[in-house]
């Protein structure tokens, strides 16, 4: 079995993959490491994992977790997993980092994320960025294999937006100009920490935007969409929290270069999934919402044309804790160690 260990084991991307590999047929959380709830089991803050996952959380200073791991989850807020990767990689383990510590490939890039979110732009290992691949597995699969130390895990809404503008963007079928993302979240994206404005009578019948001068997620956004466009690609991009538990739908919009059908943008975007499990496309007649991926690993696609504004509509739906988190990281822990990508993941979502 992969022995996995879990750092920041008490929140919701802590306990998301400790879900994912309680099913998983080849790899286990061997152990749950937090600087909170330390000596308790993972399922007496989380009665629900009882019997599947009972293990204790550990002191970060502990021998459990200073351990040899083949993997190591960073379920950490940014800034944290820089500082441990360089240990874990010298124990032999694998670093997948939750955070946009190693969402960059060189310290300038890192330096120009860290500004717009507030934060130091020097980086406590910038050694290890040129190793660091970008996790999205859809679209850097390739990347993602055995000899790979260092993944780090995409965005939430990056995830969204990106697949679902990606294989317009390839394909050189929208203007690089006018990109539009339009995306709502469920409140479990702020994390499990309580505070004031996610009280319940403060959330409840409230939708908000939030993060209008710039949102973190953006530049993982307009790089990924330039490597592919082969130029610059800016987006319009809002964020908004929307009063339900967990998912996230993104309304992308881009002008078309030329006029399209339906079905033949469609074909495009079925082509550039070809062989990826988790992502299905759908007309723009398709009854789908956000319950229809609720904790899986999956990204649907509603795909509409506006022959009258000559514009493309892609209508993505994932879900926040699994697709956007914890999902895609197991994803990425299949892939790294040669396993099939599906691996813990098959499962159906729940509905209602």
């Given amino acids: 079995m992969i022995k996995a260990k879990i750092v920041g084991a008490g929140g919701y991307g802590g306990v998301g993959i400790a879900e994912l590999l309680t099913a998983h047929p080849e790899a286990e959380a061997a152990t749950l490491v937090d600087v909170e709830h330390i000596g308790r089991p993972i399922s007496a803050l989380y009665p629900h994992l009882e019997g599947f996952c009972d293990r204790t959380i550990e002191d970060p200073a502990s021998p459990a977790a200073s351990a040899a791991h083949d993997v190591v989850f960073m379920a950490t807020p940014d800034g944290v997993g820089m500082t441990l990767a360089a240990a874990e990689l010298e124990r032999g383990a694998k670093v997948i980092d939750y955070s946009g510590d190693f969402r960059f490939d060189s310290a300038a890039a890192y330096a120009d994320y860290a500004t717009r979110i507030g934060r130091s732009p020097e980086h406590a290992a910038p050694a290890l960025l040129p190793e660091a691949v970008y996790g999205l597995s859809e679209l850097r699969r390739g990347a993602i294999g055995p000899a790979t130390r260092i993944v780090?895990?995409?965005?939430?809404?990056?995830?969204?937006?990106?697949?679902?503008?990606?294989?317009?963007?390839?394909?050189?079928?929208?203007?690089?100009?006018?990109?539009?993302?339009?995306?709502?979240?469920?409140?479990?994206?702020?994390?499990?920490?309580?505070?004031?404005?996610?009280?319940?009578?403060?959330?409840?019948?409230?939708?908000?935007?939030?993060?209008?001068?710039?949102?973190?997620?953006?530049?993982?956004?307009?790089?990924?969409?330039?490597?592919?466009?082969?130029?610059?690609?800016?987006?319009?991009?809002?964020?908004?929290?929307?009063?339900m538990c967990r998912g996230i739908l993104s309304t992308l919009y881009g002008t078309l270069r030329a006029p399209a059908e339906e079905d033949d943008v469609r074909a495009v975007y079925d082509a550039f999934y070809a062989g990826a499990p988790f992502v299905r496309t759908y007309p723009s007649t398709a009854a789908i919402g956000s319950p229809h991926v609720r904790g899986t690993n999956g990204c649907k696609l509603v795909v509409s044309t506006d022959a009258r504004t000559g514009r493309l509509r892609i209508v993505s739906y994932i879900d926040n804790l699994v697709k956007g988190q914890a999902g895609s990281a197991l994803q990425n822990m299949n892939l790294l160690f040669g396993l099939p990508e599906i691996a813990g993941l098959d499962r159906v979502a729940m509905y209602p």
């Fill in 152 to 243: 780090g895990n995409p965005g939430c809404f990056a995830v969204s937006c990106l697949l679902g503008l990606a294989p317009a963007v390839d394909a050189g079928l929208l203007e690089a100009d006018g990109i539009v993302c339009d995306c709502k979240t469920g409140v479990s994206g702020a994390g499990r920490k309580p505070a004031p404005s996610f009280h319940y009578p403060a959330r409840y019948e409230h939708m908000n935007a939030y993060k209008l001068a710039g949102h973190q997620h953006v530049c993982e956004i307009e790089r990924e969409l330039g490597r592919l466009a082969g130029g610059e690609i800016r987006v319009t991009f809002t964020a908004h929290v929307v009063p």
